[in-house]
Structure formats: structure tokens, C-alpha cells
């Protein structure tokens, strides 16, 4: 069982930046995959960025290329989503997720286990 607790949302201006962080107790295997989700008021859950717990491979939302960032700290259990140039549409609850076998990154069917969210909203 993996239990995951994210922070460091909050309020911010258009063109600011946040640092998310997601830490993970419980055993992380090489072959998890940690993504970040986010879910705008009215809108479905989507796929921002994930990475590969062995290795690091990373991959992103065409909305969020080149502005964000995701990267972890194996000792740590920690993942991070540093985000810049952020813009009034970012604003949504964003969900750290875990994958134990990371066949499909981009859906959220295929993550086993949720944080509770943390909330950014984007100020214009």
C-alpha cells in the first residue's frame, strides 16, 4: 500500500510559478510510474506529466511543455511538479498518482493509488 500527500499548491499570479510535492510512504518499486493530474471545476480529470520512478523518463501534456517540470527524489520518496509561466486555465485541483505497472501513462485508470489533491488557482 502506497500513500501519497501532496502540497505546496496556492494562490498565484498569471506568469508566476509553484513547486508541487508529493510525498510517498510506503515501498516505491523501479517499475512505478508517479504522475500529476489535474481537474478543473466542470471538467474531467487530465493528465499533466509522469515519471518513471527507475530511470526518469518523463512525459507531459502538450499544454504544459516547456512551462512544467516533474522530477523526484528517490531517497526522498518524493516527486515534485515545478511549474512556471502559469496561466488563469492551469487553476484546477492537482493529484499526485501512482502507477505500479505504468502500461498507460495518460489515463488515470491506470494509476492504483491518489493523493487528496491540492488546489491552484491562477489569477489573471
Known amino acids: 500500500q502506497v500513500q501519497l500527500v501532496e502540497s505546496g499548491g496556492g494562490l498565484v499570479q498569471a506568469g508566476g510559478s509553484l513547486r508541487l510535492s508529493c510525498a510517498a510512504s510506503?515501498?516505491?518499486?523501479?517499475?512505478?510510474?508517479m504522475g500529476w493530474f489535474r481537474q478543473a471545476p466542470g471538467k474531467e480529470r487530465e493528465f499533466v506529466a509522469g515519471?518513471?520512478?527507475?530511470?526518469?523518463?518523463?512525459s507531459y501534456a502538450d499544454s504544459v511543455k516547456g512551462r512544467f517540470t516533474i522530477s523526484r527524489d528517490n531517497a526522498k520518496n518524493t516527486v515534485y511538479l515545478q511549474m512556471n509561466s502559469l496561466k488563469p486555465e492551469d487553476t484546477a485541483v492537482y493529484y499526485c498518482?501512482?502507477?505500479?505497472?505504468?502500461?498507460?501513462?495518460?489515463?488515470?485508470?491506470?494509476?492504483?493509488?491518489w493523493g487528496q489533491g491540492t488546489q491552484v488557482t491562477v489569477s489573471s
Open positions: 515519471i518513471r520512478w527507475s530511470g526518469g523518463r518523463t
Open positions: 498518482a501512482a502507477a505500479r505497472y505504468g502500461s498507460t501513462w495518460h489515463s488515470d485508470s491506470g494509476y492504483d493509488y
Open positions: 510506503g515501498r516505491i518499486f523501479s517499475s512505478y510510474v
